[in-house]
Each structure stands twice: as C-alpha cells, then as structure tokens.
C-alpha cells in the first residue's frame, strides 16, 4: 500500500470532468487523437520532452491516466514519485498503473502551495496548466507554489495547449472554442509570451519552445 499525503485546503478547479468513462478513453482520444489532429503535436513528442526531464525523484500535477509516468525511461532503477491532483479517482488510476514504482499519491490543488516541504529533483505540470482558469499572468501562482519544492539543481517542466493563432488549423481552432465553452479548457488568450516572462522572472535557465500549438517549457533552479 502507498502513503497517501493529505492537503487541509478545500478542493478548486474542474476536477469532477474525470469520470471512470472519462479516463477510459483518455489515452486513445485525447493524447492519440486530440493530440495529434487538432494541436498538431503527438504524444510522442511529449513523452520524449519528458524523458528528457524527468529525474530519480519526481512529482507529478495532474498525472490524467498515470500515460507518461508510465511510459516514461527513468534515470534510476526505482524512481521515487509523487503523485498530486484534486480527484481521488485519477490518483487511484495513476497509482493502479504504476504500482510497481509505489507511488505515493497527494491530493492536491495546484492553485494551492503544496502541504509538504519535500524537495524533488523534477516536478511536471504536463498539459496542465491550459485546463486553469485565468490570464496567464494569474496562473504563475501555480509556479510560486511549486518552486519551494525544487531541489536546488532541479527543474520544473510540462507542456501547454495555447490558444488562438498558435498553430491551429480550423479542426484545432473549432476544438479549442468547443472545449473553452465547456469549461475543460481556460487557455484562449495563453500565448508563448506570457509563458515566456513568466519563466524569465523566476528562473535564470529556462527554455519554451512550440510544436503546433503546444507550448514545451522547463525551468531550472540554480
């Protein structure tokens, strides 16, 4: 059994979106179709940028299905990681699948500084920060709330839907509205810029580069 870690603030966000019928079809439709289609970046793409990042000891916000945990190529044998989301159900599904790590699973708001002073080597907000609600600007405090956490040497990372005009095709255009409307995604105005100065102002190694309409950013503690 793992350790399961307790946060005391009241839950926030749409976390409810990810039912058991939800989560089934999450690695077919979202990363194996959405992905590729409408964003015009493959899963592929996301789980080498996150080869490339992930480290021995890791924490993960808002791991969906567990997809990159688990297909990940770990720098050490037996990785130690944390897993952090606001719904049990995606903690339970995560840690199902990458049982033999023994995660250890947090419920978490990333809008909310982390109930823990563990430090960790890399910290990933892989396609998180698209579905938060806000500017740009407001969703920083999700970084301020985890770069306590980073290991002096680490790096934080992940990947983002931007929005309009960043690589879209009418498919990704007429999907980013249908999902913006629904409330799933808050990312209409998210651009390379905004990302960008937010890194610039908190990191003094740091890096965002595009592929169709996804954002990849990291950002290293010195």
């Not at 959405?34 to 996150?50: E, K, Y």
């Not at 947090?106 to 080597?121: G, N």
């Not at 409307?181 to 102002?201: M, P, T």
């Amino acid at each position: 059994m793992t350790d399961q870690l307790d946060n005391d603030h009241s839950l926030s966000g749409d976390a409810s979106m990810y039912t058991k019928p939800v989560l089934r079809i999450y690695d077919p439709i979202a990363l194996g179709m959405v992905c590729p289609i409408a964003w015009r970046c493959s899963r592929g793409t996301m789980l080498q940028f996150f080869n490339d990042n992930v480290r021995g000891k890791h924490l993960d916000i808002g791991p969906g299905t567990g997809f990159f945990l688990d297909k990940a190529t770990y720098p050490v044998e037996r990785p130690d990681i944390v897993v952090a989301d606001l719904n049990e159900l995606v903690l339970q599904t995560t840690e199902k699948r990458i049982i033999r790590y023994r995660p250890r699973t947090m419920v978490q708001d990333a809008l909310m500084p982390l109930q823990t002073d563990e430090l960790f080597e890399s910290i990933a907000i892989q396609n998180v920060l698209h579905c938060l609600p806000g500017t740009m600007k407001e969703k920083a405090v999700v970084f301020d709330n985890l770069i306590p956490n980073l290991s002096p040497g680490g790096v934080l990372f992940g990947c983002t839907v931007l929005g309009k005009n960043h690589g879209l095709g009418r498919a990704g255009s007429w999907m980013m509205e249908k999902y913006n409307d629904a409330g799933s995604f808050h990312n209409r105005h998210d651009d390379a810029h905004g990302l960008e100065s937010i890194l610039a102002d908190r990191f003094e190694r740091y890096s965002v580069r595009t592929r169709g309409a996804v954002a990849f950013f990291e950002g290293h503690r010195g």
